[in-house]
């Protein structure tokens, strides 16, 4: 069975460290890989998606990038943490199907991270 | 620009009655729509979705409705059961070629199921 492992749970970073969340999945291979974060009060927002390595879309512009120097490994970064950079960041995966072919994406337990 | 959206951020509702949690969205090259719940600090979990050329789709407690004309989907759970209280968020799938698709989701909906 597929399962995706996500860490660290928590983590509290000063303004203007980097940052450093992998996420890695397991069973599958080729999936698509995703970047969510979902702010206090607010949904899910997608950061980023990729479908292969070193194949990345960023969806909104901002403080972040994110690499994937594996098949199965999602790494989201930052050279210098904002305040603003607080939330709860989920990694999800998902198959690759066709057109009118379901591909929920299944989610890891995401990452609690407090900018201070 | 909110591609998906849930208007009501709360719902709450007797144990035993329906509850019926709304979805509308604007861009007309969604595929498939689907509903992921959510208990704080964990990941969502993946309910049910709908097809885009459906309009009805059925497991056990949970049905959702899609009106593609208006836009609109809904998410109906009868009965309502006390661990069915979480955030639902509603999400919309576009299918990318090669092989990709992603989610677009909505703000979410706090559902309260009362004794």
Redesign the interface.
């Given at each position: 069975s597929q399962t995706i492992h996500?860490w660290p749970a928590t983590l509290v970073q000063p303004v203007g460290s980097p940052l450093s969340l992998e996420c890695t999945v397991e069973g599958t291979s080729n999936p698509?890989l995703?970047w969510?974060r979902q702010a206090a009060g607010?949904?899910?927002?997608?950061l980023f998606?990729s479908?292969g390595i070193d194949q990345i879309s960023s969806?909104v512009p901002q403080n972040l990038s994110a690499s994937r120097p594996q098949d199965r490994q999602f790494i989201l970064s930052s050279k210098k943490l904002l305040l603003s950079d607080s939330g709860?960041y989920?990694c999800?995966w998902?198959v690759?199907?066709?057109?009118?072919k379901?591909?929920?994406?299944?989610?890891?337990?995401?990452t609690?991270l407090t900018v201070v | 620009d909110q591609q998906v959206k849930q208007n009501s951020p709360s719902l709450s509702v007797q144990e035993g009655r329906i509850s019926i949690l709304n979805c509308d969205y604007t861009n007309s090259m969604f595929d498939y729509f689907l509903w992921y719940k959510k208990y704080p600090a964990e990941g969502p979990t993946f309910l049910i979705s709908i097809s885009s050329i459906k309009d009805k789709n059925e497991d056990g407690r949970f049905t959702v409705f899609l009106n593609k004309s208006a836009k609109h989907l809904s998410l109906h759970i009868v009965p309502s059961q006390p661990g069915d209280s979480a955030v639902y968020f509603c999400a919309a799938r576009v299918f990318l070629t090669g092989g990709g698709n992603k989610l677009t989701f909505g703000t979410g909906t706090q559902l309260k199921v009362e004794l």
């Open positions: 996500q698509n995703y969510y607010r949904g899910l927002q997608l998606y479908i969806e709860f989920l999800a998902s690759k199907e066709g057109l009118l379901n591909t929920e994406a299944f989610f890891g337990q995401g609690r | -």
